[in-house]
T-cell receptor
Framework: IAGITQAPTSQILAAGRRMTLRCTQD?????MYWYRQDLGLGLRLIHY???????GKGEVPDGYSVSRANTDDFPLTLASAVPSQTSVYFC?????????????FGPGTRLTVL | GQNIDQPTEMTATEGAIVQINCTYQ??????LFWYQQHAGEAPTFLSY??LDGLEEKGRFSSFLSRSKGYSYLLLKELQMKDSASYLC??????????WGAGTKLIIKP
């Protein structure tokens, strides 16, 4: 059982380029999340999806978009990358956004925008 | 605004006990989580508290006081592999997790 996979593992990107970070889970979890983690700051929620077909904005959504066409996949797209988007990006999933259900995290994507 | 406060770094000795504190001010409360994150890796779930009191799970325990906006994670019989960052997160009224910056725990022999 893979759990959550993310691709790529790392990427160096020129500013202005478009980039899609991929996230796939095989746990049939309803809810999925995208976070960024920067040194000295807590994880910050970018976008989330409580169930397939729905998405919502988190704390820092500007410059990012997501889609949730099915249960398993939750790609994150940077339409035109900027250096401030240099970060480690984590995808996570949970059975439900409520109750005792914890979030499971993917291994992360380390993105550098030059 | 919403705020989660944890100490930035703590040092402890192998075999000892350490307590990592977390205070929070959030819009609503629907549970508090503790996660462990080793350097370069993803966070992994440790504990969940929604009612006041102590939750024990092996060498790890977590305590919650909702009236004080306070939690702590207690690690007993410290091992070198416990060297990691410990993240406190509160689920707010929108059922989103608000994360602290994490406490880096350094274990010395």
């Amino acid at each position: 059982i893979a759990g959550i996979t993310q691709a790529p593992t790392s990427q160096i990107l020129a500013a202005g380029r478009r980039m899609t970070l991929r996230c796939t889970q095989d746990m049939r979890h309803n809810a999925m999340y995208w976070y960024r983690q920067d040194l000295g700051l807590g994880l910050r929620l970018i976008h989330y999806s409580n169930t397939a077909g729905t998405t919502g904005k988190g704390e820092v959504p500007d410059g990012y978009s997501v889609s949730r066409a099915n249960t398993d996949d939750f790609p994150l797209t940077l339409a035109s990358a900027v250096p401030s988007q240099t970060s480690v990006y984590f995808c996570a999933s949970s059975d439900s956004p409520e109750g005792v259900y914890e979030q499971f995290f993917g291994p992360g994507t380390r993105l550098t925008v030059l | 605004g919403q705020n989660i406060d944890q100490p930035t770094e703590m040092t402890a000795t192998e075999g000892a006990i350490v307590q990592i504190n977390c205070t929070y001010q959030t819009s609503g409360f629907n549970g508090l989580f503790w996660y462990q994150q080793h350097a370069g890796e993803a966070p992994t779930f440790l504990s969940y508290n929604v009612l006041d009191g102590l939750e024990e799970k092996g060498r790890f325990s977590s305590f919650l006081s909702r009236s004080k906006g306070y939690s702590y994670l207690l690690l007993k019989e410290l091992q070198m592999k416990d060297s990691a960052s410990y993240l406190c997160a509160v689920r707010d009224s929108n059922y989103q997790l608000i994360w602290g910056a994490g406490t880096k725990l350094i274990i010395k022999p």
